[in-house]
């Protein structure tokens, strides 16, 4: 088993910033690959990026491109999603996710945390 839990989320102007976090807790050492995916009202899940445990790969979504940033830190079993640029069409609740070999489908994922709200005013 594998528990997450996001933090970091807030309501933020256009253009802001904000910075998501994502702590493990349990059997890590098997789940260590992490993505983030967002849910916005009246949507299906849509990925964001993922990340590998030695943090050599990345993955992207064409729209966050340029503008987030996923990080991890291993040692404290947490993973950060730094949001720059952020605009309205970023509202969504964000969710972590952690499985056995990183990728883009959420289906790939084993574990999610319970989510984390963020909203850009515009």
């Known amino acids: 088993q594998v528990q997450l839990v996001e933090s970091g989320g807030g309501l933020v102007q256009a253009g802001g910033s904000l910075r998501l976090s994502c702590a493990a807790y349990g059997r890590t050492n098997t789940y260590r690959a992490r993505g983030w995916f967002r849910q916005a009202p009246g949507k299906g899940r849509e990925f964001v990026v993922a990340?590998?445990?030695?943090?050599?790969?990345?993955y992207y979504a064409e729209s966050v491109k340029g503008r987030f940033t996923i990080s991890r830190d291993n040692a404290k079993n947490t993973v950060y999603l730094q949001m720059n640029s952020l605009k309205p069409e970023d509202t969504a609740v964000y969710y972590c996710?952690?499985?056995?070999?990183?990728?883009?489908?959420?289906?790939?994922?084993?574990?999610w945390g319970q989510g984390t709200q963020v909203t850009v005013s515009s």
């Open positions: 996710a952690a499985g056995i070999m990183v990728a883009r489908a959420a289906s790939a994922y084993d574990y």
């Open positions: 990340i590998s445990w030695s943090g050599d790969s990345t």
